[in-house]
């Protein structure tokens, strides 16, 4: 069983960045990890991932902008943030299911584990 606790959400002006964080109880190393996020009225859509091996994969929106990264020492996976833009403004989630791959799922249905969000709001 594996807890995810996202954090690190907040309001921000265009341009400036966030730092999220997802925190894991439960052995994780193992496991692909991804961002999702859902804005009002809007579909949840995948963002970026990290595979158990280490590879990463970007939406094109946020290529440039968005960083993943993974500290297994700390069962932490962060999402750093930058350039921010209004059109980021969404509830953040944090996702894992298994991985021994490279492989990262971008349909929300093929994770196991989902964290409770966290709000990020970019004002223009």
């Known amino acids: 069983q594996v807890h995810l606790v996202e954090s690190g959400g907040g309001l921000v002006q265009s341009g400036g960045s966030l730092r999220l964080s997802c925190a894991a109880s439960?052995?994780?190393?193992?496991?692909?990890v991804a961002w999702f996020r859902q804005a009002p009225g809007k579909e949840r859509e995948f963002v970026v991932g990290?595979?158990?091996?280490?590879?990463?994969y970007y939406t094109d929106s946020v290529k440039g902008r968005f960083t993943i990264s993974r500290d297994n020492s700390k069962n932490t996976v962060y999402l750093q943030m930058s350039s921010l833009k209004p059109e980021d403004t969404a509830d953040y989630y944090c996702?894992?299911?298994?991985?021994?791959?490279?492989?990262?799922?971008?349909?929300?249905?093929?994770?196991?584990?989902w964290g409770q969000g966290t709000q990020v709001t970019v004002s223009s």
């Open positions: 990290i595979s158990g091996t280490g590879s990463t």
């Open positions: 996702a894992a299911a298994f991985s021994s791959s490279d492989y990262v799922a971008e349909f929300g249905g093929e994770y196991v584990y």
């Open positions: 439960g052995f994780y190393s193992s496991y692909a």
